[in-house]
């Protein structure tokens, strides 16, 4: 018998938490490399522990795990991007605010549109024309990059590796979605992201072995961190596979967009990270052009 549908209103609360989870999981990131650890180290645990995850729950919900060798193939292309996708967020984690590393991340939904426009796709719509600079314009008040007195040379020297890392991350999760809708549409989601994580973990464990570039955290607290990092985001995409195909309407998932602005508190609370209130103004018109952009047909 199918399962009932989640009243709406019900779903999204609980996309909410998700979010926030999801949120959290990168804050716990930061805080793990405050204590010593490395990034490599922090993608290890993160997409080992998924994968498990992933594969108790196939097992307990009898998804069958055959797949044709072509789909196989095409599943590690998208789990080799999607392994620069961890590396290149945690990255940008390490080294600038969480909330503004998530925020210039979160600009994968127009990179998403203009590379499907750009492979032979649709046009894109009005609505995510307009989206588009708005979204731009509250990164750039998010980010300050005028920086102070009209600076923004220096402000650039301050942010700009962590923007490039975040900017990369999205495109290469931006061209992960693109292939994904095209080759893998028709696999159970849950079979689909544990292909995926398990390439990441196998790349980032066979990479960081042969460079020699695992760093474990220094003490307790790291080591904390590097689990929560890995129940976090191990319990938030979990619940997100079982919460999602039990939502009314799809459109629904666009609130897990309010992830950056959880992480603006988790981040203030938990590692003293404060941002300017134009910063936060500019945050709200990042997630606002985001949620509408993805409200469209």
Excluded at 62 to 82: C, D, E, M, W, Y
Excluded at 120 to 146: C, K, N, Q, S, Y
């Amino acid at each position: 018998m199918a399962e009932q549908p989640i009243p709406r209103w019900t779903g999204i609360v609980l996309l909410l938490v998700i979010a926030t989870t999801f949120g959290a999981n990168h804050v716990a990131a930061r805080l793990a490399f405050e204590h010593g650890a490395n990034v490599t180290t922090a993608v290890a645990f993160r997409s080992a522990g998924t994968a498990l995850v992933l594969l108790a729950l196939l097992f307990f919900q009898g998804i069958p795990f055959s797949v044709p060798g072509a789909t196989l193939r095409r599943s590690i292309v998208i789990g080799l991007l999607i392994a620069a996708q961890s590396y290149g967020l945690y990255s940008a984690v390490a080294i600038i605010p969480v909330a503004l590393a998530l925020l210039a991340f979160q600009t994968f939904p127009m990179m998403l549109v203009l590379l499907s426009w750009a492979s032979g796709g649709e046009r894109p719509t009005a609505r995510a024309l307009a989206a588009i600079p708005i979204a731009l314009f509250g990164l750039a008040l998010a980010l300050d990059v005028w920086g102070k007195g009209g600076d923004m040379e220096g402000r650039w020297r301050e942010i700009g590796a962590g923007v490039l890392w975040a900017t990369g991350a999205a495109l290469s999760f931006a061209a992960a979605m693109l292939l994904i809708t095209r080759w893998l549409a028709a696999i159970d989601g849950r079979l689909r992201s544990f292909l995926t994580m398990s390439v990441v973990a196998l790349v980032v464990l066979a990479g960081g072995a042969a460079a020699g570039d695992f760093r474990p955290p220094a003490d307790a607290t790291g080591w904390i961190a590097i689990l929560l990092l890995t129940v976090l985001y191990g319990t938030a995409i979990t619940a997100m596979f079982v919460l999602l195909p039990r939502l009314g309407a799809a459109s629904n998932a666009v609130v897990l967009n309010f992830e950056p602005v959880a992480v603006l508190g988790i981040a203030w609370l938990v590692l003293g990270q404060a941002v300017a209130p134009l910063q936060i103004l500019g945050a709200f018109i990042v997630v606002a052009a985001i949620m509408w952009l993805g409200t469209g047909k």
